[in-house]
């Protein structure tokens, strides 16, 4: 097997074992490793790579994002290689961002050279940092190793700013992330904020980077219906951001509610509106939302019937028409009453196997509760948090009131839940899709107390 590590956390995947022997290549565990990675905070955080044969440990790796690194010397910043490292064969194509007013552009560092004409791993700042603020000194490299810099050049912003760019050039992490989390919340209400396009053109600079470079996505990610926008605005690229932000962040799709999801499409199609004339706007709105609603949905199976119940385009019709006659009663036969169900499926599959159990309090409470106990039909001990969860998490995301995660998770929430994907995709996506059936069919909201 190989065990991913970090302090008080870890995940074990098994190898499979082929006639030429076991296989092992770390390309496959990329985006495991990103995941785990997002569980710390700072860019030079470390995951332990294990290899384990009967349970030993017969070699390791210590993992980071990042080879090198540069270091600020004067006006100048200096490569930083390992003992062991080379640098990449095509250079380094080094750009400087002005944090604070990313829609002024990046600007090309040209790196110095040895009297023998050879790359001398220096690039002079002091004439390209033109404006007083934060910058970001980068590689704009896709997959490059060497780490980013920030350099802040003193003196007084007196260009006008909006409140996300004013954020940015906060003198400390907490006194930013309050600003940051100020911006969202009134973001989340107007697509025309000015913000907005501080946010669009900070992103689309530093694509190339890992999305955890930039700090405000840790005010984004606690605001579930900004990530909803995020993810149909038409300035976003799903393929450079979208796509990435279950992997990189510790965020999930999951804590997306039904209503955040409708009312984002409603404020895109809103704002398209205003931008495109006529009927135009409508066909352009439908067509670019399905096509991100499809390619989110098969990147994150376990919310892609939510998606479809969620945003009502016409080319859905048919399917909410299916989704809708699958009642309580039918799912539970398909999940967990035949001797044919996909829990029994589940059940033989991982026989042998030790099941996660982070949550079997919560969901063993509910097993019990009036309003949630026909959607957990089942009693397997230890296995019921397997068994349960993805169904939780769909029935929040139909009714927040259910209320039995908090929103946003803590990191130690999102860890777990993943680590119960990890153990049986097939399964979280199957549950996740006949609860959220089921929800549709019933129209399922939980009583007023």
Not at 207 to 224: D, M, Y
Not at 284 to 292: D, K
Not at 316 to 329: F, G
Request: net charge negative; proline share 6%; glycine share 4%.
């Amino acid at each position: 097997a190989i065990r991913l590590a970090l302090p008080g956390k870890s995940l074990l995947y098994p190898l499979t074992s082929r006639d030429n022997g076991i296989v092992i290549r770390l390309m496959d565990w990329q985006n495991a490793l990103l995941e785990m990675l997002a569980m710390t905070s700072g860019l030079d955080a470390r995951v332990s790579l294990d290899i384990l044969f009967d349970g030993q440990k017969v070699a390791g790796w210590s993992v980071a994002r990042y080879e090198s690194s540069l270091i600020p010397e004067g006006t100048r910043a200096l490569l930083a290689l390992p003992a062991h490292g080379e640098r990449p064969s095509q250079g380094y194509a080094m750009k400087a961002l002005l944090l604070t007013h990313p829609e002024l552009g990046l600007k090309v560092l040209e790196e110095e050279t040895r009297e023998n004409g050879t790359p001398s791993g220096a690039w002079e700042l002091s004439e390209a940092l033109d404006h007083p603020g934060p910058w970001l000194i980068f590689d704009d490299t896709e997959g490059t190793s060497l780490r980013p810099l920030l350099w802040t050049m003193d003196g007084e912003d007196e260009t006008p700013r909006n409140a996300l760019q004013a954020a940015v050039d906060g003198k400390d992490r907490a006194s930013r992330q309050r600003a940051f989390v100020s911006c969202t919340a009134a973001m989340e209400h107007d697509l025309d904020a000015p913000e907005w396009s501080t946010l669009l053109a900070l992103l689309s600079h530093v694509k190339h980077l890992p999305l955890s470079t930039l700090e405000i996505w840790h005010a984004l990610i606690r605001s579930p219906r900004i990530m909803a926008l995020l993810a149909l605005h038409p300035g976003v690229s799903f393929q450079d951001i979208t796509s990435r932000v279950d992997t990189e962040l510790p965020f999930l799709w999951n804590f997306v509610s039904r209503q955040d999801w409708k009312e984002a499409a409603q404020a895109v199609k809103d704002y398209l509106g205003k931008i495109i004339s006529g009927t135009m706007a409508v066909t352009f709105w439908q067509s670019h939302v399905q096509e991100i609603l499809e390619a989110l949905g098969s990147s994150c199976p376990s919310v892609n019937a939510l998606l479809h119940i969620a945003v009502a385009l016409p080319c859905y019709e048919k399917e909410r028409e299916q989704n809708a006659a699958l009642t309580t009663d039918k799912t539970e036969k398909i999940l967990f009453r035949s001797k044919d169900c996909m829990m029994q499926t589940l059940l033989r599959a991982h026989a042998d196997d030790e099941w996660p159990e982070a949550f079997d309090s919560l969901v063993n409470r509910e097993r019990h509760d009036a309003d949630i106990r026909r959607f957990l039909p089942f009693s397997q001990g230890p296995r019921n948090s397997v068994l349960g969860l993805p169904v939780l998490l769909t029935l929040q995301a139909f009714d927040p009131r259910t209320g039995f995660f908090s929103v946003p998770p803590d990191q130690d929430t999102i860890f777990h839940i993943r680590e119960h994907i990890h153990f049986d995709a097939a399964w979280f996506e199957q549950a996740s899709t006949f609860t959220a059936c089921s929800c549709l069919a019933e129209r399922f909201s939980i009583k007023e107390s």
